[in-house]
């Protein structure tokens, strides 16, 4: 597989594309005012503890309170208020008003304030450091057993006795020298030295540790054996990437090259034509069949459709062919589009269940390489797939997009016959509480033009039964199912 990263790179926001094969699979956006809060650490200040939820709200200085789960407090915690198998409440693990350290899992979502975790973890290149953890642990996708037991051995002879951390392999250790998963560990313990003295000093409510900006994070954490280049436009980002390279992965530092063409980068890879369909709803397939997208809060709906594939032999194998497609585009779709949570598939109905069993492995196989974890159910007896997908950022349409002003995010609006019936309602309102002789009804051009076209007569009639003349005004400001009725 063929892997390449591109960074382009404006005043105020970071871009950067996992192109795969020459197939844009993933991207992620970072502006200024905006940056990601995920694997910052704060001093946090516990405001308010709930029993009945087993949570508590905590102030990390951000515009919402952020919130602690007990099942993400440090084990350290966890064992110091339970014993054997007695479920104990978190007003006897944390109590309002107490300072604690925290970390952000996931940032805030739509009305929703962060995650936190007090199990702090610390990423480098190869490692994942677990200040109040221990033992080692290996990435599930490494999978040969002899490399498996090769890293796992290595770490635990680098660790002191005496050392209270625990270790995660990461995938990108597979292969790596000795030498250098030491100069890791290494830089891991000396970063957490720093960190924790860092914690003593601060106050309540206050940063900690800030996670490296986007264009340093993928150098850490996306690089892998396949990836053959990363590409930057802009040469100050570039050079604070190379330098980064060099000090700490320099068998990578290489690949990293300033693309200094006339071209945008991400108008020569076609990013910003897929970035703009990847808003839109419906989602076309080679074969002539069509995805439908819906994202709402609770959950993101996706329906199959043939559209217009007919197919060359049955209808089963039409039906078949068109789920195996739409299977893989969806795996596409959820990176690019960052969709997480709880997500319904609605593949079209599959009388044979060798071809339901083979969709959903195509589903899983595509979903392999994706960073987020997904999780695929059976095929239910309604014919649906259910499946989450771990959601830690706000999804594409989120972070370039908001709410139209003028249906609120509904995604219709009144038509125009039917603002023409209210204006008529209302004109009789008023007819019944008021006395006037004149009144100007003002609308989009739309709404007006119907009232002078299909609706003329009504007005006429209207006219006669309040004895008033009705004048009409166009108003292209207007919403397409705003109005305004004024007595003259």
Same mark, same amino acid.
């Given at each position: 597989?063929?892997?390449?990263?591109?960074?382009?790179?404006?005043?105020?926001?970071?871009?950067?594309?996992?192109?795969?094969?020459?197939?844009?699979?993933?991207?992620?956006?970072?502006?200024?005012?905006?940056?990601?809060?995920?694997?910052?650490?704060?001093?946090?200040?516990?405001?308010?503890?709930?029993?009945?939820?087993?949570?508590?709200?905590?102030?990390?200085?951000?515009?919402?309170?952020?919130?602690?789960?007990?099942?993400?407090?440090?084990?350290?915690?966890?064992?110091?208020?339970?014993?054997?198998?007695?479920?104990?409440?978190?007003?006897?693990?944390?109590?309002?008003?107490?300072?604690?350290?925290?970390?952000?899992?996931?940032?805030?979502?739509?009305?929703?304030?962060?995650?936190?975790?007090?199990?702090?973890?610390?990423?480098?290149?190869?490692?994942?450091?677990?200040?109040?953890?221990?033992?080692?642990?290996?990435?599930?996708?490494?999978?040969?057993?002899?490399?498996?037991?090769?890293?796992?051995?290595?770490?635990?002879?680098?660790?002191?006795?005496?050392?209270?951390?625990?270790?995660?392999?990461?995938?990108?250790?597979?292969?790596?020298?000795?030498?250098?998963?030491?100069?890791?560990?290494?830089?891991?313990?000396?970063?957490?030295?720093?960190?924790?003295?860092?914690?003593?000093?601060?106050?309540?409510?206050?940063?900690?540790?800030?996670?490296?900006?986007?264009?340093?994070?993928?150098?850490?954490?996306?690089?892998?054996?396949?990836?053959?280049?990363?590409?930057?436009?802009?040469?100050?980002?570039?050079?604070?990437?190379?330098?980064?390279?060099?000090?700490?992965?320099?068998?990578?530092?290489?690949?990293?090259?300033?693309?200094?063409?006339?071209?945008?980068?991400?108008?020569?890879?076609?990013?910003?034509?897929?970035?703009?369909?990847?808003?839109?709803?419906?989602?076309?397939?080679?074969?002539?069949?069509?995805?439908?997208?819906?994202?709402?809060?609770?959950?993101?709906?996706?329906?199959?459709?043939?559209?217009?594939?007919? =197919?060359? /032999?049955?209808?089963?194998? !039409?039906?078949?062919?068109?789920?195996? @497609?739409?299977?893989?585009? *969806?795996? %596409? #779709?959820?990176?690019?589009?960052?969709?997480?949570?709880?997500?319904?598939?609605?593949?079209?109905?599959?009388?044979?269940?060798?071809?339901?069993?083979?969709?959903?492995?195509?589903?899983?196989?595509?979903?392999?390489?994706?960073?987020?974890?997904?999780?695929?159910?059976?095929?239910?007896?309604?014919?649906?797939?259910?499946?989450?997908?771990?959601?830690?950022?706000?999804?594409?349409?989120?972070?370039?997009?908001?709410?139209?002003?003028?249906? =609120?995010? /509904?995604?219709?609006?009144? !038509?125009?016959?039917?603002?023409?019936? @209210?204006?008529?309602?209302? *004109?009789? %309102? #008023?007819?019944?509480?008021?006395?006037?002789?004149?009144?100007?009804?003002?609308?989009?051009?739309?709404?007006?033009?119907?009232?002078?076209?299909?609706?003329?007569?009504?007005?006429?009639?209207?006219?006669?039964?309040?004895?008033?003349?009705?004048?009409?005004?166009?108003?292209?400001?207007?919403?397409?199912?705003?109005?305004?009725?004024?007595?003259?």
């Amino acid at each position: 597989m063929r892997e390449e990263i591109l960074v382009n790179v404006t005043p105020r926001e970071v871009r950067v594309a996992l192109v795969e094969n020459g197939v844009v699979q993933d991207v992620q956006i970072e502006r200024t005012n905006r940056r990601g809060l995920i694997s910052n650490i704060y001093k946090g200040r516990v405001s308010r503890v709930l029993p009945g939820m087993q949570a508590a709200f905590v102030e990390l200085g951000l515009e919402r309170t952020a919130f602690l789960h007990a099942s993400d407090l440090g084990r350290d915690t966890a064992e110091n208020g339970c014993s054997g198998d007695v479920e104990i409440s978190i007003a006897d693990l944390v109590a309002e008003g107490a300072e604690i350290l925290v970390q952000v899992l996931k940032d805030p979502l739509g009305t929703k304030g962060a995650r936190l975790t007090t199990q702090v973890t610390i990423p480098s290149r190869y490692l994942v450091m677990m200040p109040f953890g221990s033992g080692v642990r290996v990435s599930a996708r490494i999978e040969e057993e002899h490399e498996r037991e090769r890293l796992r051995n290595l770490i635990e002879s680098f660790c002191e006795s005496d050392e209270p951390a625990g270790y995660i392999v990461r995938t990108a250790a597979e292969g790596a020298d000795p030498e250098a998963l030491r100069a890791d560990m290494q830089f891991l313990q000396k970063l957490w030295q720093a960190i924790d003295a860092a914690a003593r000093e601060a106050g309540p409510a206050e940063l900690v540790h800030e996670d490296l900006p986007l264009a340093l994070r993928v150098l850490r954490d996306l690089l892998g054996t396949d990836m053959e280049c990363v590409r930057v436009d802009s040469e100050p980002t570039f050079l604070v990437m190379k330098e980064f390279a060099e000090r700490f992965i320099p068998q990578m530092a290489p690949m990293i090259e300033h693309y200094s063409g006339g071209r945008p980068i991400f108008d020569l890879y076609g990013i910003e034509d897929e970035l703009q369909r990847a808003l839109e709803r419906k989602v076309p397939l080679k074969s002539g069949g069509y995805l439908m997208f819906d994202q709402t809060e609770a959950m993101t709906t996706i329906d199959v459709n043939t559209g217009a594939y007919v =197919g060359h /032999r049955n209808l089963e194998e !039409t039906i078949f062919r068109t789920n195996l @497609e739409a299977a893989v585009a *969806i795996a %596409r #779709q959820l990176r690019l589009r960052n969709l997480g949570g709880i997500i319904i598939i609605d593949f079209i109905d599959m009388i044979e269940q060798e071809h339901r069993n083979q969709v959903l492995e195509a589903l899983s196989a595509r979903l392999a390489g994706d960073h987020a974890k997904a999780q695929i159910m059976d095929v239910s007896p309604l014919g649906l797939v259910e499946m989450t997908r771990k959601r830690t950022r706000e999804s594409l349409e989120h972070v370039l997009c908001q709410a139209c002003p003028s249906c =609120g995010g /509904r995604g219709f609006v009144k !038509t125009a016959e039917s603002v023409c019936y @209210e204006i008529f309602r209302e *004109i009789l %309102r #008023q007819h019944g509480q008021f006395d006037f002789q004149e009144l100007l009804v003002l609308a989009r051009p739309g709404v007006i033009e119907r009232l002078l076209d299909e609706e003329s007569a009504s007005v006429a009639e209207l006219e006669e039964q309040t004895g008033a003349t009705i004048r009409l005004q166009s108003e292209s400001l207007y919403a397409p199912d705003q109005f305004d009725v004024i007595l003259m």
